[in-house]
């Protein structure tokens, strides 16, 4: 029976075409191996107990390098229990270990004769030491991590067939605590050949992100991020202090901060490197210094080389160009920061004011702070004169003398101080005189006047030529594409989304954002979920000379029109234009081939509702704001893209395994026919009345404002983990609620800054939501600054607008103190019919069911748990203070 065994192990090694096992865990780079068999040379010296049970043998792997596997298979006889375990394996820094096994298992209807005790399952065991206990083995200090059931058993046929089946298996174990640990296996009467056993734990692996510095990190062992700081990198410091988060996938998440290279020094790749400085130094004195009085004068600054000096001649200007490279300190600038000076001109004069303006120097060493003018009458001769700063290249001087004349000089400062000050430029007040007595004037006068010719002609060309392309362009059939989403202009430079329903062929647009892909890449492997299209499945695409990813694939099923052909397709010319990681990305579409299919990045956790309801009070907050920051963030994209989502709720954002939300469901019309929550409106539209805000339910007002009031709905979503917005009522009372002002109350535990955030985004008056971009910034100071999610909107004081626009006192008074406490316990849809209760005292509130809650009209069960819970707390915190009522 062992040969049986050793036959599979043979064959499974040296043949390579059995199936790819896809690694688990796809980040190779950040585990950290604690055993790998397939890494021993020599035997492993596992101890197997009692001797005739498990027994290593020696094989090759698919590359023909040995290695050493363990057999089992006593099923010809009763009672088996085989016990393999390895060495001690210090645990090193890890908190969760996985241990990865590799084995094939025989299929016990496929052995003859076999007398009834074959299994086809294997334990896999564990236990935690401090030291390594040597030979010493007792089964029962053991703790079982689980039982192990291949998917993939073989049988004769099979080997006949030539078919393997190896299975691969990934168990987690944690917190592990002590020293070290050992694992055993456990065989109780299987046909088992164990290949290869791999023992690892993740790693957030150092990274260096903007300019700062982030160690191996070892991530939690339950679901929670690990903060970690980061250190700027060499020659930088911290402009905003730089911080991730590290996943217990060992994956780095929401990198906030970052560092700056210091002066001198500028951003190479990962570090900051000495500059080559070119340094400008040009002189206005009429006496030039030679450059050895520029050396003689000049501190060489430390670690700078020289490489190279030249004269330059401008104009007029007679100057030297000094260009070196290394670090320039701040104290040597003192040479260098003379600042060249376009000659001034007069703007207007008078008898005792003149205006001048001049041109910012051309390569100035610095950003200018601002402009140092000093004149002085003339005969004066510099015993006195008068100094005035100016940030712009313009200065009045006023209360000057009439008819007299006036030397004047202008430095600027930059960060380096003052520069050289420039010659002295001469003028007189009389009134209808103003000169720039210096040699030059001459030259400045003609080359103002060109240099406005110049402009004159180059604006007139522009002009023409402006007419002569747009009367062009509007004959180009693209003119036609260009769509300002919202109505609004974008400005130029950022990119803009084109609506591809203005392309006369749609299937154009598809094949303008979108890449074909050849269906022989695609391997599908299960369906996901169902669309309206088709299904939604889970697969793999591998492109030449790329590795395999895997992919979300939605099919469009046989039988469509051309109209369900062409709004199917339009999500992908929609998606396919946007690139932002928190955007789902398109791969590419199938249009050549059936079925019809859309490709895109596949996100492990599936729609964030559904994976909220499966994790009910699973996650920290910073992990919920981590991923609302996605949100906002992929929205604050689309806004600037000028695109209006429509349909933004936690149903059509999707989540991957590292927890990172990505808004997905692209389309126009599509998108809420498509919506199982979209409703037929009154003026005949299709919206998902819930999350969409009223003035796009009344009159279809779309805009990024809109989104802005369904991103305060998901908001909701995510802090109460998926609950339905307004619970059980009809779209019609939501509508009405609304309309009348009434706004869901805060999720149970959320913090006050959230809740608020929400009811900002409900605002009746679009233009006082928040745009994406305040969003974001809001949720970054949240993650920033965690302690101020501690602060839950149940504890704060009740925010002013929580009635918003009931200012009706009638509202207020009907309710009276009742009412306030029903605020309180976040009664939104129950309000009305606690008015016409009356309660004397709040004795009587303890005893309240949710039955009696059902009897006063409180159906709705959300709002029921929250009051019948708030009711407890209430009356246990009456027990030491009286309740006011
Ligand atoms: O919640 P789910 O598992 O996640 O069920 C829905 C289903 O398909 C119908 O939309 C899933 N789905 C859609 N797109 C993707 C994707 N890119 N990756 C993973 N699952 C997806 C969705």
Excluded at 85 to 108: G, H, M
Excluded at 189 to 202: M, N, Q
Excluded at 248 to 269: A, D, F, S
Aim: one cysteine or more; glycine letters at 6%.
């Amino acid at each position: 029976w062992k040969s049986l065994t050793g036959l599979h192990i043979d064959y499974l090694l040296s043949h390579s075409h059995f199936p790819t096992v896809i690694p688990v865990v796809i980040l190779l780079l950040s585990t950290v191996n604690l055993l790998d068999s397939k890494a021993s040379q020599g035997e492993l010296g596992w101890i197997s107990y009692p001797s005739h049970g498990w027994e290593e043998i020696s094989g090759v792997d698919e590359h023909y390098t040995p290695i050493r596997t363990f057999q089992v298979c006593n099923v010809m006889e009763y009672s088996q229990n085989n016990w393999l375990r390895t060495n001690w394996i210090p645990r090193q820094s890890a908190k969760k270990i996985y241990v990865e096994l590799k084995f094939t298992l025989r299929d016990c209807n496929s052995i003859p004769l076999v007398l009834g005790t074959c299994k086809e399952t294997f334990n896999l065991l564990y236990l935690e030491t401090d030291e390594d206990q040597g030979i010493r083995f007792r089964e029962h200090q053991f703790s079982k991590i689980d039982t192990i059931a291949a998917d993939e058993s073989f049988t004769q046929m099979d080997l006949g067939d030539r078919i393997l089946k190896l299975n691969t298996e990934v168990r987690e174990v944690g917190p592990v605590t002590k020293k070290g640990f050992y694992l055993a296996f456990q065989d109780v009467g299987a046909c088992v050949a164990l290949v290869s056993v791999r023992v690892y734990f993740k790693m957030c692996p150092f990274i260096v992100r903007n300019l700062a510095s982030f160690p191996d990190t070892v991530p939690m062992d339950s679901h929670s991020l690990v903060e970690v700081k980061g250190l700027c990198v060499n020659h930088s410091k911290e402009q905003e202090p730089p911080r991730m988060y590290c996943s217990t996938e060992g994956e780095w998440l929401v990198p906030i901060g970052k560092c700056l290279c210091n002066v001198g020094y500028e951003e190479r790749g990962s570090s900051c490197q000495g500059k080559t400085t070119i340094v400008h130094f040009y002189s206005f004195q009429h006496q030039f210094p030679s450059l050895l009085d520029v050396w003689s004068g000049w501190r060489k600054p430390y670690n700078s080389s020289v490489i190279c000096i030249f004269k330059e001649f401008v104009g007029w200007v007679r100057g030297v160009t000094i260009v070196f490279s290394g670090m320039v300190s701040n104290t040597s600038n003192t040479w260098f920061d003379a600042i060249p000076f376009a000659p001034f001109q007069k703007d207007r004069a008078s008898r005792n004011s003149i205006s001048l303006s001049w041109l910012e120097p051309e390569r100035p060493n610095g950003i200018i702070l601002d402009y140092e003018v000093k004149y002085y009458e003339k005969q004066e001769q510099e015993t006195s004169y008068t100094i005035l700063r100016s940030k712009g290249c313009n200065v009045t001087l006023s209360g000057l003398k009439a008819d007299t004349s006036y030397l004047l000089q202008i430095r600027a400062r930059t960060a380096a101080g003052y520069g050289a000050s420039s010659r002295s430029f001469e003028f007189e007040t009389s009134p209808d005189s103003f000169s720039i007595s210096s040699e030059s004037s001459q030259v400045v006068l003609i080359a103002i006047s060109t240099a406005a010719a110049i402009i004159l002609l180059t604006v007139l060309l522009y002009i023409v030529i402006g007419r002569f392309c747009g009367y062009r362009r509007s004959k180009h059939p693209d003119e036609k594409r260009l769509h300002f989403g919202n109505g609004h202009l974008r400005l130029p430079g950022i990119r803009t989304y084109v609506d591809p329903h203005t392309y006369e062929d749609p299937s154009q647009a598809v094949h303008e954002f979108a890449k074909e892909l050849d269906a022989s890449c695609i391997a599908i492997d299960k369906v996901v979920g169902a669309g309206e299209f088709g299904e939604v499945c889970s697969g793999r695409l591998r492109l030449p000379s790329k590795k395999e990813n895997c992919v979300a694939i939605k099919t469009l099923k046989a039988g469509y029109t051309d109209k369900q052909r062409r709004d199917f397709l339009s999500e992908a010319s929609i998606m396919g234009q946007f690139d932002h990681p928190n955007i789902i990305r398109l791969e590419g579409v199938v249009t050549r081939s059936k079925p019809v299919m859309i490709v895109t990045e596949y996100m492990e956790n599936g729609s964030l509702d559904s994976f909220l309801r499966k994790h009910d009070a699973q996650f920290t907050g910073i992990q919920l704001v981590g991923m609302l920051r996605g949100i906002a963030s992929g929205m604050k994209y689309l806004s600037d893209m000028g695109y209006v989502h429509r349909d933004l709720a936690a149903r059509n954002i999707l989540v991957n395994s590292n927890l990172v939300c990505k808004v997905s469901d692209f389309g126009l019309s599509r998108v809420l026919e498509d919506d199982p929550e979209a409703a037929y409106t009154t003026r005949g539209g299709k919206i998902p009345i819930r999350w969409t805000a009223p003035e796009a339910i009344s009159y279809r007002k779309f805009t990024s404002a809109s989104d802005a009031w369904s991103y305060g709905i998901v908001l909701w979503e995510v802090m109460s983990y998926g609950e339905r917005p307004y619970w059980e009522m009809s779209n019609q009372d939501v509508i009405k609620a609304v309309d009348e002002g009434y706004r869901l109350p805060p999720p149970m535990d959320c913090p006050a800054t959230l809740y608020q955030l929400m009811l900002d985004c409900w605002q009746k008056e679009r233009n006082n939501r928040p745009k994406f971009e305040q969003i974001v910034s809001i949720l970054d100071k949240l993650i920033r600054n965690p302690g101020s999610l501690k602060i839950t909107a149940n504890t704060s004081p009740r925010p002013a607008n929580l009635l918003l626009d009931r200012s009706s006192s009638e509202v207020v008074q009907s309710l009276g103190t009742m009412g306030d406490w029903l605020d309180n316990v976040r009664t939104l849809p129950c309000k009305e019919a606690f008015s016409g209760v009356s309660y004397s005292s709040c004795d009587t509130l303890p005893k309240t069911s949710a039955e009696d809650l059902k009897k006063v009209g409180v159906t709705i069960v959300g709002p029921q748990k929250n009051i019948v819970s708030s009711i407890k707390a209430l009356e246990s915190h009456s027990k030491n203070a009286p309740v006011p009522v």
